[in-house]
């Protein structure tokens, strides 16, 4: 694949709309119900497909789900909890970085007693950190971090050379057991345990006064992955454009550069593709909020966030993109409240389509369509492929 | 794919009509020209697809037809002749048991005039294992049983320890060339080899008088392969209900249970399902006459028996499972009098079915089905996730 890749000046914008897919609630679905004229328009100069993101009947977290559709194998790509957990919080992570999953907990008599610290408030949790931040700098010359989460969940970045993640979770998994101890697994995982023993003894008496959040429980330990950079892949200057941390960080992962001030809604986020229309070769333009009403099952919600999406379409094909892929990374059916395992409507428009029907934008539309059902993983090279750059294989 | 399984009460029924498939005559396949009102109202309800049992072009025998629908690779499951033939006869095998298809021969002047004994009747084949059964009962410690088949071939089975299938058959392929004797292929099958010679002289002296079946060439050493369990595997208690042995034996192979005492028509098949529905997770239901009505080319017959299953869906669909399938092996048209490469009909009825559209349930519907065309081995993976019984992959 690598060698076949060529430059040109052929841009490429990959809109994630996350969560798209849906099931039918009185006969339609979430995007059969949505009065979409733009992207139906559009589909008269497109292929449409549907995309099985991992495989048959396997239900994607965003991360494999976003993996595939960059052109990685997500069944390749191990992403730790600590890692994830960091991700969703904005933080930036290199390789000498150790995440960890922290929970606040209650400790009393040698056992723990609650294993959420009776499921304190975030208010109450950004006052503990607060507390943790104060008093806790640096271990054995390794920084020490600690950011707040939602509930009883925190993350603990650690960073220094020679730290590993080898380390036992101290979590016991149930109420009234003691927790374990962060001994090391493998023999690399030493001195990271012994950072983490002094950790939890200085905590423990940062904490001691606490009522409920005497304690916490180690859990998820993690690096970032080795993954091959995506601009050097596919010779691609490449901009993630995303509201939500997670999604930035899973592009920052893989090498895509993000805008250095945060953008906080679509509008935000169409206003820095004009911006920066020039400067890249890729964008990824992630819109967050209809998986969001899909998880709430709020099916007309994620009808109006459709809606929304297709008013400000035409901004975006102003922009004159050669290539232009609206798909997701995952469905979400608001029938289901959750991410779901059922194919994703996949829309590319280009100058090359073998397509010139106009159809309404739909899960049945896309799966009667010129691209067929097919794995997620090929839709990179399809849209390096209808920029015009991917040479000939063989001769 | 183990990872994600979890359990739940919802229960899923695999109906295999077996050699479903089929090819136009006048126009129209055997499934196009049945009348099957109640397939057709199911398919309001359900996803469609075409399923291919192993690969593009490959005509699936029973074996990796089941394996594939089963969720296994076929191509990694080996079944020797030997425990096919004694599946067949729905003879018991456990790992201690060594089976051995035999074929009666005529033996003269130290070669073989007659590798099949002039094609001798099954009553005369029956006879022949009478005698042999109560001359020979054990060689060197180890149990031997015969079990007659069709024409000329029956079964042996040898039971013990440390016995071997790393043994020469004995079949010299053509008629007048001498038979070979059973020597070990690998040092493993030393033992083995001593019992079968031991077993050749003896019988041949049970044998001397009979004009035509004097003799018997031995093939297909085999035992029975290891195989992930099916229910643990999946986390599905699970029971197979099917008339003929072969199928009842392929499912003990992976660990489904069997009825105790045997259903000879499809109305038993239903009743039992009845009986046992609050005691399983996963049930396999298996029709056979439509496919031997396609061995037979016997396109009527074929197309009355789908309408006699047809007229006893009703009867299935009132025991509420959460998840149907119902699809075949593989094809078996009339028009080939055999089975065939041409993908089969799937449908699958669950609460999350993207597709509303009534249609017929045909080969021509399925090809245009929401589910598209694709590999058996991912139907159990779809049965799973439409009965929710897959966690989300990756967060």
């Known amino acids: 694949m690598k060698e076949l890749v060529i430059n040109n000046n052929n841009k490429i914008l990959l809109i994630i709309l996350d969560g798209l897919g849906g099931l039918p609630l009185d006969g339609k679905t979430e995007l059969e119900k949505a009065r979409t004229p733009n992207l139906d328009e559009l589909t008269g100069k497109s292929e449409l497909g549907l995309i099985i993101p991992v495989d048959y009947g396997i239900t994607p977290g965003s991360g494999p789900g976003h993996f595939a559709l960059f052109g990685y194998n997500p069944l390749e790509i191990e992403i730790g909890r600590g890692v994830l957990e960091a991700l969703g919080l904005g933080l930036k992570l290199d390789k000498n970085t150790l995440a960890i999953r922290g929970n606040f907990a209650t400790y009393k008599d040698g056992v723990i007693v609650s294993r959420r610290a009776g499921r304190i408030s975030t208010e109450e949790n950004k006052r503990l950190c607060e507390k943790l931040k104060r008093e806790i700098k640096s271990i054995k010359g390794c920084e020490i971090e600690f ?31 003691p927790p374990y101890l962060p001994e090391p697994i493998l023999e690399e995982g030493k001195k990271t345990s012994e950072i983490l023993k002094i950790l939890l003894e200085k905590s423990t008496e940062v904490l001691k006064d606490e009522k409920e959040a005497n304690y916490f429980l180690l859990r998820g330990y993690s690096k970032v992955p080795k993954i091959e950079n995506f601009s050097e892949k596919y010779q691609l200057k490449s901009l993630a454009i995303a509201a939500y941390p997670m999604y930035k960080g899973i592009a920052s992962l893989i ?52 809606e929304k999406f297709d008013s400000l379409l035409p901004e975006i094909l102003k922009l004159n993109f050669s290539v232009i892929a609206i798909t997701s990374d995952h469905s979400t059916p608001a029938l289901l409240k959750s991410h779901s395992w059922h194919p994703v409507p996949f829309l590319l ?47």
């Open 147 to 177: 950011h707040s989460g939602v509930g009883h969940r925190f993350v603990i970045l650690i960073k220094g050379e020679n730290l590993s993640a080898e380390i036992k979770e101290t979590d016991p998994q149930k109420d009234g057991l």
């Open 255 to 306: 090498g895509m550069d993000v805008p250095k001030s945060p953008v906080n809604n679509w509008e935000e986020e169409i206003k820095e593709l004009k911006e920066n229309y020039d400067n890249y070769d890729f964008f990824y333009l992630h819109f967050k909020e209809i998986d969001i009403a899909g998880e709430d099952g709020d099916f007309e919600r994620k009808v109006s966030l459709i």
């Open 349 to 395: 428009y280009s100058s090359f389509s073998r397509n010139n029907e106009k159809v309404k934008f739909c899960e049945k539309s896309c799966q009667k369509g010129s691209l067929g059902i097919f794995k997620a993983t090929k839709v990179l090279p399809l849209l390096l492929a209808y920029s015009l750059r991917l040479k000939k294989f063989g001769a």
